[in-house]
């Protein structure tokens, strides 16, 4: 997902005819509702927190500059990409956040999110029922059996929750 958020902030620069300076981050965070939220993410990478010393918005639960910096990137804009079902964006942004910053969510839900987020990088949308019926199916499962079908899944695309 790094990389393609990388992608996504090289286009926007060049787009706009800007170079990778740390005040360009600086602007694109503080006017969030203007961008996609890939760019959000990526500008937000770019940008230390002046309390913890890491990534804004990816620092520990209880840093309030990541906290607040972590709420404020869903002000950015979640256009669907082509050919993806509406709402695969929405589920892709969730999944990422919750990959990238881990910290306060469950280890069964960190993984289910890596599980599926290359399905939804490829534009799937499980139906709510879909969706609801697997999260019981993983939540029943240990956190060692759910790391055995995210490494099976790896190697074999294709096979999914039992």
Same mark, same amino acid.
């Given at each position: &997902?790094?990389?393609?958020?990388?992608?996504?902030?090289?286009?926007?620069?060049?787009?706009?005819?800007l170079?990778?300076?740390? +005040? /360009?981050?600086?602007?694109?965070? =503080? +006017?969030?509702?203007?961008?996609?939220?890939?760019?959000? %993410?990526?500008?937000? %990478?770019?940008?230390?927190?002046?309390?913890?010393g890491?990534?804004?918005? !990816?620092?520990?639960?209880?840093?309030?500059?990541? %906290?607040?910096?972590?709420g #404020?990137?869903?002000?950015?804009? +979640?256009? %669907?990409?082509? $050919?993806?079902?509406? $709402?695969?964006?929405?589920?892709?942004?969730?999944?990422?956040? /919750?990959?990238?910053?881990p910290?306060?969510?469950? +280890?069964?839900? /960190?993984?289910?999110?890596?599980? #599926?987020?290359? =399905?939804?990088?490829?534009?799937d949308?499980?139906?709510?029922?879909?969706?609801?019926?697997?999260?019981?199916?993983?939540?029943?499962?240990?956190?060692? =059996?759910?790391?055995?079908?995210?490494?099976? &899944?790896? !190697?074999?695309?294709?096979?999914?929750?039992?």
């Amino acid at each position: &997902m790094d990389a393609i958020l990388e992608a996504e902030w090289g286009a926007f620069l060049a787009q706009q005819g800007l170079a990778d300076e740390p +005040e /360009v981050a600086e602007l694109v965070v =503080e +006017e969030p509702d203007r961008h996609d939220w890939r760019i959000v %993410d990526a500008a937000l %990478d770019r940008l230390v927190c002046s309390e913890c010393g890491g990534p804004l918005s !990816r620092g520990p639960v209880g840093c309030g500059a990541c %906290d607040l910096a972590n709420g #404020f990137r869903y002000a950015a804009v +979640e256009t %669907d990409r082509p $050919g993806a079902r509406p $709402g695969n964006e929405h589920a892709v942004r969730v999944s990422v956040s /919750v990959v990238r910053r881990p910290q306060g969510i469950s +280890e069964r839900e /960190v993984l289910a999110r890596r599980l #599926f987020l290359p =399905e939804l990088l490829s534009g799937d949308l499980p139906s709510t029922g879909q969706a609801q019926a697997t999260k019981d199916r993983v939540n029943r499962m240990s956190v060692t =059996e759910i790391e055995a079908l995210f490494s099976l &899944m790896l !190697r074999n695309p294709g096979v999914g929750i039992p």
